[in-house]
């Protein structure tokens, strides 16, 4: 049930004193082969931390025999000492592993700016240690070790004919996507080139995690690495690779949004007949943009008003007054007036649907995000994260 | 003080019963002349209310000689019903003042949905009574009566040399701009055609109204309206009425920012050395949506990767790692690295200065927000608005 259920991998998390609360905070994840085959997404934010910088570069080869994460500091904005930490740390790793440091992917997460001696020592200084640490049953540490904020962790297989797919995936603050949306390692002894990884894991991204719009913050270092043992000496069709892969994503996706930071109700809004997908994209997203209704959801009420005031800042296609909005089964909207009684809604669960209808075409398209509480006004006031 | 200080204006407030606290909820205010000369800008949302589609169509002309407000309901997304509505008070107006109805403007705020029979017999029946009303004193009473959840009456008076500028304006929720961001009446004595209103009223408010964004969410029922009498018989040269005007624009928008809801920091992000204004207000209105960012302000955080995290999600020119961010005088972050110490910041007060300098260029551009509190979400979850 973590990267290590795919044959070909090992991993490990251990405690390295950079999360002030003393869990788990360095983890590594290896693909001891025989392929070595990789993927990855980057954020789009302009503003990359140097793990990013680093990553992107080690990725262009196609190759990557291991991943290693540290929570409790984002190395972002830290400077060429900083990049210079990321590629110690990646020379450490080749090093310990026996293998090229253009092969290692370095992932950081934690507050912006962090990224000082004391932290280069943590990390580059506990590589021997999460090495040693390595294990075929070494999944569920890694996945605890890059927690932030995150309540849980995040974890999912799926098993295919002969080979399977493990994922781990941390986020809980700052999850607004442009690519990837967080730190996520997914694994598969499947035996698949880089190509096709590559192929797949941009389609599964781009329905899954690219639709996760918690609070509409892009983070500096979201970075999803696909690696392939090609352990399993079995090659799936590509179609059946993909739908795998797809709902592995989505599946860790819809854990970030239920542990997203001080959420009381996970939405989903969903476009309905759209010109096109990215119409619906654009809709969605504006509505999962919009704090006055993410608090009005907050306050259980079904206020569709601060929906259409949304939808009406896109430029998507459709006819203002000819748009339905249905929230939890009850059409409160029809041709943008009022229609079934706000008091058939119950915004008591936790789960919150709410629908759009554009009438203009035939696309869909699906966002997922989270309420505005006062939980979220504490957690992203009461420290520095 | 009001929109009655300029000669040849009237103006009125009066209770009708649309707001449940039994406050003035229906403002009239009127130009007596010899000019009818008036320019008004809309949102730019495309889902709008009724009246705002009305008012559109009476500003063709650039003729208005009297808006009517109501607080206590948007009578947006209220069909052809709404709209009969606003037409009906257009033309309760014009009779009682013997104008055509053409030249009314109609503005209505409050909740979206909200303009059934109950609400047109309060607005339409309360024409006779709000005309009868009208005095040269009465401008503090109109600007009473559109007030929502603004704590106070915003007001401002700038005097030229024989002539005179008034403004009134609302606007606590839903803060950011398209074109407008709020309601506001505008008047003045001086003697200018409409195309010289609308010249000076476009320039003023691209660069005041357009400029506060509090809180990312753009009404439905935007307008400003500005009217000119005449009355002083003084034509002003058009660069010292256009400057009059903007500084009488940033007074209010000020007076905006400083009782948005719930807020408790004013924040002014200032970006300098852009390449263009247009980069300057891209970059600081992405911080000025970042919901971590106002958070960290609310916390006293002087968070500046948040900062940097925004602005990297712009596609504006600038080197992501040659930009310096200065938080209350303090330069904490020089050339994308930590520099001064964030000890020396004081976020106690409520006024925040926030300079983003993009080493890229020599324009500038001022983005008005405020951060995200616990009050801002208990606001607008406890009631529907």
Chains 1, 2 share one sequence.
């Not at 799936?236 to 989505?250: D, K, V």
């Not at 006055?292 to 259409?308: E, Q, T, Y």
């Not at 943008?336 to 209808?357: C, K, M, N, Q, Y």
Request: aromatic share 6%; glycine share 10%.
């Amino acid at each position: 049930m973590s990267v290590t259920t795919p044959a070909g991998f090992e991993a490990a998390g251990i405690i390295r004193g950079l999360k002030s609360t003393g869990a788990r905070d360095l983890a590594l994840v290896v693909n001891r082969g025989p392929r070595s085959s990789a993927a990855a997404v980057f954020t789009s934010n302009r503003c990359k931390a140097n793990p990013v910088l680093w990553s992107e570069k080690a990725l262009l080869d196609g190759a990557v025999s291991a991943v290693i994460l540290n929570s409790g500091g984002a190395n972002c904005y830290t400077g060429s000492f900083g990049f210079q930490t990321t590629h110690l740390t990646a020379e450490a790793v080749a090093e310990s592993l026996g293998v090229s440091a253009g092969d290692v992917v370095v992932c950081s997460t934690g507050l912006i700016g962090t990224g000082d001696q004391a932290f280069r020592d943590k990390v580059v200084g506990g590589v021997p240690e999460v090495v040693a640490a390595l294990s075929a049953d070494g999944g569920t540490d890694a996945a605890l070790a890059i927690m932030t904020t995150d309540t849980k962790a995040k974890q999912s297989v799926i098993v295919g004919d002969g080979w399977s797919i493990g994922g781990m995936a941390k986020g809980a603050g700052m999850l607004a996507p442009g690519l990837a949306t967080m730190l996520v390692v997914i694994t598969t002894d499947a035996d698949i080139p880089s190509t096709g990884l590559d192929a797949a894991l941009r389609e599964a991204t781009r329905v899954t995690f690219d639709r996760l719009d918690s609070d509409g913050c892009m983070s500096t270092n979201d970075t999803v690495t696909l690696m392939a043992s090609g352990a399993s000496g079995i090659t799936p069709e590509p179609a059946e690779f993909s739908a795998a892969l797809t709902a592995l994503c989505q599946d860790l996706s819809l854990q970030l949004q239920a542990d997203a930071e001080g959420a009381s109700h996970d939405i989903t809004i969903t476009v309905v007949n759209a010109e096109s997908e990215d119409d619906g994209v654009a809709v969605a997203r504006a509505v999962s943009r919009s704090n006055l209704f993410k608090a009005a959801i907050f306050g259980n009420d079904p206020n569709w008003g601060r929906v259409l005031a949304a939808v009406g800042t896109t430029d998507a296609s459709f006819d203002p007054y000819d748009i339905d909005v249905t929230i939890n089964d009850v059409k409160i909207c029809k041709a943008g007036e009022p229609f079934e009684s706000r008091d058939l809604i119950d915004l008591t669960p936790r789960a919150v649907s709410v629908i759009i209808d554009l009438h203009f075409g035939d696309a869909t398209a699906t966002i997922w995000t989270n309420d505005l509480t006062h939980e979220y006004v504490h957690e992203n006031s009461a420290y520095a994260s």
